[in-house]
């Protein structure tokens, strides 16, 4: 049996990533957060941002209890980082690519970000990786991780988001509309406020984008991600919706629909390699 944290999400915890991989593909949910189904690998992209919000997230709390941390050492920790959680369950999803394409891009995002946002960062970090929470109506709960709730030195809540994509977002649902504002709507009533900030930090490019989350706004985006929340609860069928992004799902080597062209077709050939289709529910758990 699975232990409890491998477990299929809870039928009423909501996070943004559950409801946007719903509105990707209604299989991949019905696999990931419904069957609790492991995915057969993991994208360099995602193994890459997920070290980077690590060693940001070790940065800012060497800050809060009193260190200096320098750069050298935030780059020597990223490295130790990425060799200790380096596996064979990552997998280069275009053919053409090498590991040390992206081990130089999280070097060159942390060193822009420490060298142009942290080193003149006046803020003060109230948490991170903090869990949020709101319950929006007596079976629904909006669930999520802020990377760093804090206050800018004029004392203004905010709430920022770290991200590590090409290109910046837009003002859509799945984009830059929803995710960062819940977190901030979230922290108002934390933090008793009656208005915060969301923002962006896009790595890749050293800026941050930043939207004023006020209490009604705060209702409107509870709202509107409940909408979104009831869809999925009416849904009776979950179909596959093949495209863009099936090259980097992890259940691609078992779905009879996916659509993964020959130059994106490494995490394919490292799901077949591993001799992985779609396991049976309940003996993989959930990523
Ligand atoms: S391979 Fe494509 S269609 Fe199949 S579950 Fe994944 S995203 Fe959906």
Known sequence: ??????APTP???????????????????RLRYLEGR???????????GTTVHEVLEWLYAERMRGASPD?????????????????DTVALVRVDDREDNHLRLGREMLSRFFNGTFTRDRSVTIALEQRLAATLATSVVFTGFADRVGRTDGGR?????????????????FSEGLQAPLYA???????????????????????????TVEEARARELFEKFLALVR??????EFPPRPGALCAWCGYN?????????????????????????????GGEGRQ
């Open 1 to 6: 049996m699975p232990d409890s944290a491998l």
């Open 11 to 29: 039928a009423n915890a909501y996070s943004f990533s559950r409801v946007k991989c719903f509105h990707q593909c209604p299989l991949r949910y």
């Open 38 to 48: 492991r995915e057969s690998f993991r994208s360099i992209e995602s193994f890459l």
């Open 71 to 87: 750069e050298p050492a935030l780059l020597e920790i990223f490295a130790a980082r990425w060799s200790a959680h380096f596996d």
């Open 157 to 173: 809540l905010f709430v920022v988001d770290y991200k590590t994509s090409k290109a910046a977002g837009n003002g859509s649902d």
């Open 185 to 211: 709507a979230c922290a108002l009533g934390h933090h008793g406020e009656r208005e915060a900030l969301a923002g962006y930090h896009y790595l890749r490019h050293g800026f941050t984008r930043w939207q």
């Open 231 to 236: 869809e999925i609860e009416l849904a009776s």
């Open 253 to 281: 080597a078992g779905c009879p629909a996916a659509e993964v062209p020959e130059p994106l077709s490494g995490g394919l050939r490292k799901a077949e390699a591993l001799g992985r289709g779609l396991p049976d529910a």
